[in-house]
């Protein structure tokens, strides 16, 4: 009785609270859009010193992406009329310094900036605080802690692993020889890639690529790239709270628990194992070291290791950027190769040589193909695996001709817009592995090929993906010959990793005994 009383004396006030509501609704929508206008504000005079496209007033450049596989070459096309750098604007508030030349691109690589915080925000509910966006002290200290894992005596006993996971493969593709029908090469690389990183760094045989069905971990990274893509493209699913709320928020936290689970299970068989060993040295004694073995016990000059959220996001990191990347490399070289029959000829022969009678490749054979080790690099132009990537500037930052940059600025480096530059490379789509002779990259800009990165920053792994790119591309080119499929060409498109919207097709014939 005491309640219905309250609730009816309540009920004249119902009105008066939604109108307080109402009110405080509009005042936080003003406060978001002043900050947001006064952010605009800030970028037109920031970015005023170079010209840009002509863009919508509302939308900005985010309509002039097609997402039809000339998104890429309208970057190249737009940097003919702007040269060094230009301004793109994602919706009327973001806008990034897109760069496209080496002069230009040496001055923020030869830094430690962080990633920015627009793009790389939307991976670290999947790959945590790892190297790819840590930044500051951590990003110093992790680094430091994972340098190891990539010496040489480590990445040398992963050679046999490569080879045996490249060999898998090439079995599995013995159905498609002789049939002069084409395959799409992206979803066998990249089971390839994925069982040779669980092979190589954590010394884990998952025979993903045998077991039925598609694997559970290739779909949520596939998905994954996708929607953090759309996500960047969707400027209301910049807010963290509507794309929560949004199936595509449902849809991206079930594939990041996949994921996850997938780490946490790979961590927690490891563990068991070193429950008995607890120094490198011992173990090493026993074994070949890998990538979690020195992850779980690398220690700082205080004796401290990683915690358990640490090692997760690093293990998370390299799985993706180990398998994900490599993936979209090697597909694009073998379809480069396709395409140039001469090329992929020179280096068969040179491969035969190098190998000597042999079906597997070894550390030594490595040096042996520096033909082979030209086109995989001039494939790696063409195609960067990863097309971009992106810097906060924590101070002002002043190019080579005198523009600036106040910190807070967003940059962008089109890798693709650099390796296809026409002021820095001749005939910049044409196929020449020659461009990679020692003669001709010492007259070059080193900041002209950075498939990689480079400075501080680059690539943590890169020795380790060069080497699984010469073993697959050697083994490959040993067992098949590949024939480009006319029809079926890829429409590249930049997700997280270098991509095709139509898959990335070939036809394979096997190589006779005595080739």
Request: glycine share 4%; net charge neutral.
């Amino acid at each position: 009785m005491e309640f219905t009383d309250i609730f009816v004396k309540l009920q004249p006030c119902w009105p008066r609270m939604h109108h307080l509501f109402a009110l405080l609704c509009l005042v936080a929508v003003v406060y978001k859009m002043t900050i947001l206008f006064a952010k605009q504000r800030d970028a037109i005079r920031n970015f005023a010193a170079f010209p840009s496209p002509p863009s919508h007033w509302l939308f900005g450049h985010v309509f002039e992406f097609k997402q039809d596989g000339t998104d890429l070459d309208t970057l190249v096309k737009w940097a003919e009329h702007y040269p060094y750098a230009f301004p793109l604007w994602f919706g009327p508030f973001v806008c990034i310094l897109n760069i496209h030349h080496p002069d230009y691109v040496k001055t923020i690589l030869a830094t430690a900036e962080p990633k920015d915080d627009l793009a790389y925000r939307f991976i670290e509910s999947w790959i945590g605080d790892g190297l790819l966006v840590s930044k500051g002290q951590k990003w110093f200290r992790h680094r430091r802690l994972l340098t190891p894992g990539f010496h040489y005596d480590v990445l040398k006993a992963y050679i046999k692993p490569m080879s045996d996971s490249t060999k898998t493969m090439l079995d599995k593709w013995e159905s498609y020889a002789n049939t002069d029908k084409s395959f799409e090469l992206f979803e066998h690389v990249s089971l390839m890639t994925l069982d040779s990183i669980l092979k190589c760094a954590f010394s884990h045989n998952s025979n993903c690529q045998t077991e039925g069905g598609t694997n559970a971990y290739i779909k949520a990274v596939y998905e994954l790239s996708n929607l953090i893509n759309l996500r960047f493209r969707t400027f209301p699913y910049h807010s963290d709270l509507i794309f929560y709320l949004s199936p595509h928020g449902y849809r991206h936290r079930k594939a990041c628990s996949v994921t996850h689970s997938h780490t946490r299970e790979v961590i927690r068989k490891r563990k068991e194992a070193l429950k008995e060993e607890k120094e490198l040295d011992r173990i090493q004694a026993k074994r070949n070291l890998d990538f979690l073995d020195i992850l779980l016990l690398a220690r700082d000059e205080n004796q401290q290791g990683l915690s358990d959220e640490d090692i997760r996001a690093e293990v998370d990191t390299f799985m993706f950027e180990g398998h994900d990347t490599t993936a979209s490399g090697l597909s694009f070289i073998l379809y480069s190769l396709a395409c140039h029959p001469e090329h992929q000829k020179m280096c068969r022969e040179e491969i035969m040589q190098a190998l000597e009678g042999k079906d597997t490749m070894e550390w030594e054979d490595l040096s042996k193909i520096p033909y082979t080790t030209m086109c995989i690099k001039e494939s790696l132009r063409l195609y960067p695996p990863v097309p971009g990537m992106n810097r906060k500037t924590t101070k002002p930052i002043t190019f080579f001709d005198g523009r600036t940059l106040p910190a807070g600025s967003f940059v962008g480096t089109s890798v693709y817009g650099i390796h296809r530059n026409a002021a820095v490379w001749e005939n910049p789509d044409v196929f020449d592995p020659l461009r990679f002779l020692p003669e001709n990259t010492s007259r070059r800009s080193p900041h002209a090929f950075v498939p990689f990165s480079a400075g501080p920053r680059n690539c943590i792994g890169q020795n380790f993906a060069m080497n699984e790119l010469k073993v697959a591309t050697a083994l490959t080119l040993k067992k098949y010959e590949l024939i480009e499929d006319p029809t079926c060409k890829p429409k590249i498109i930049p997700r997280l990793v270098l991509r095709s919207l139509n898959g990335i097709h070939i036809k394979i014939r096997s190589v006779e005994p005595n080739m």
